[in-house]
């Protein structure tokens, strides 16, 4: 059911939340006082001290205190983006083989040596909006600069497809093939994901901010291209995996994904600042955002995570998925002044407050209120960081503030 939209109350809320997803995320993962970085606390914020660490979680929370200090000037958040960069640049990186390793234990020693370009992709991503912060010192800012600037050197040579074109999604430690390349157990074992290429495009996007020059906007607008090419559909969907010479392995439709390529689009390209690749992405972006508004948001607000025109294939709402709804329909608004799409924001907004926030211990469920029949997960750790919920909250707010 549609609630009526108050945007003055928008505002102050997403910024109440943003404040509140960081205090959480001081409170029970990066302790200023010791300079450390907690592995795992599950939903009711108890530590796991056993916890090993992903390149991609650690990547994650530098990136958000990073954007949050951008966003309004802390101490306390440059003081956690400092210690997030710190563990980034020194338990990860392969000094034998170059690139970072995928995960380390609770002493910094690799426990996952695979080079995974998704996670480097992320690595790039912190790095950059490291850099961009205003309040981090000049040398720190222009060592992350080269830290990002070599790592871009190393995916470009190591990773990038020179004869099929893309990026493949995984090699071993010294740079061979790989036989299972997958992020995860529910993912298919395919040579090129959407998903690894959705996120070198929001790196590419954040080196051209920080970096720009012909060869960034030679890369950026490359994927933008490929995006149009390879994955977008004229349905309105998102093709998600692919053989080396780009023989899709089909699946269902990934909304959480779908709606997040929508205005990572739209960003890559007026961040590029083509006005003829701008005015190219501009109806698959709003087809993105019409088919997750039109197949995979309920009456009540919230998007499920994947389906088809037929039916929901998993119906569960998760916390990343609601994120990139809160963000992506804004834009979409943005772009088309439609106002189903500035009630769907703040329909998904609503939907986040009743069933997805956590109102006892505080930050995101991993599912919602309404997914009883899911089995609870950590609220941080391996895959879950301040990342795609303080995002969206950002993104909405500057889209909300622009005139």
């Given amino acids: 059911m549609e609630q009526a939209i108050q945007p003055k109350d928008f505002v102050r809320q997403l910024q109440d939340e943003l404040d509140a997803i960081a205090a959480w995320w001081l409170e029970h993962v990066v302790c200023l006082e010791q300079g450390t970085i907690a592995g795992e606390v599950s939903d009711h914020n108890h530590p796991e001290p056993s916890a090993e660490k992903s390149l991609v979680y650690v990547a994650r929370l530098l990136w958000f205190f990073s954007a949050a200090n951008r966003n309004r000037p802390s101490q306390r958040y440059r003081e956690a983006a400092n210690i997030c960069y710190r563990e980034l640049t020194s338990r990860f990186p392969d000094q034998e083989n170059g690139g970072m390793v995928w995960s380390v234990d609770t002493a910094g020693h690799p426990v996952s040596r695979k080079k995974q370009c998704y996670g480097m992709s992320f690595a790039v991503y912190a790095l950059t909006e490291y850099a961009l912060t205003e309040n981090t010192m000049s040398c720190a800012n222009e060592t992350a600069m080269h830290q990002a600037a070599e790592l871009v050197s190393v995916i470009e040579t190591r990773m990038h497809d020179s004869l099929h074109g893309g990026y493949i999604e995984a090699m071993t430690a010294d740079w061979q093939p790989l036989d299972d390349v997958r992020l ?17 495009l929001e790196a590419w996007i954040n080196v051209h901010r920080a970096m720009p020059g012909r060869d960034s906007a030679h890369r950026l607008a490359c994927l933008i291209e490929l995006f149009l090419e390879r994955f977008v559909t004229d349905d309105g969907y998102l093709k998600r995996f692919f053989t080396l010479d780009w023989r899709e392995i089909p699946t269902a439709a990934s909304y959480g994904h779908d709606i997040e390529a929508s205005w990572l689009l739209w960003e890559a390209a007026t961040v590029l600042g083509d006005e003829n690749i701008r005015d190219r992405v501009q109806a698959p972006v709003i087809t993105l955002a019409e088919s997750v508004l039109t197949n995979g948001t309920g009456d009540d607000g919230g998007v499920i995570h994947e389906g088809t025109t037929a039916g929901p294939h998993d119906a569960n709402r998760i916390w990343w998925v609601q994120a990139e709804a809160l963000v992506g329909f804004m834009n979409a608004w943005r772009i088309t002044g439609d106002d189903r799409y500035l009630q769907a924001s703040w329909n998904s907004w609503a939907f986040i407050r009743e069933h997805q926030r956590d109102r006892e211990y505080g930050e995101w469920n991993w599912f919602s209120r309404l997914d009883a029949s899911t089995t609870p997960t950590y609220k941080a750790g391996f895959w879950k ?3 795609h919920n303080g995002r969206a909250i950002l993104e909405t707010l500057r889209r909300l503030s622009q005139r």
């Fill in 184 to 200: 995860g157990e529910s993912d298919l074992n395919a040579d090129k994901t959407m998903n690894t290429h959705l996120h070198v």
């Fill in 385 to 387: 960081a301040p990342y």
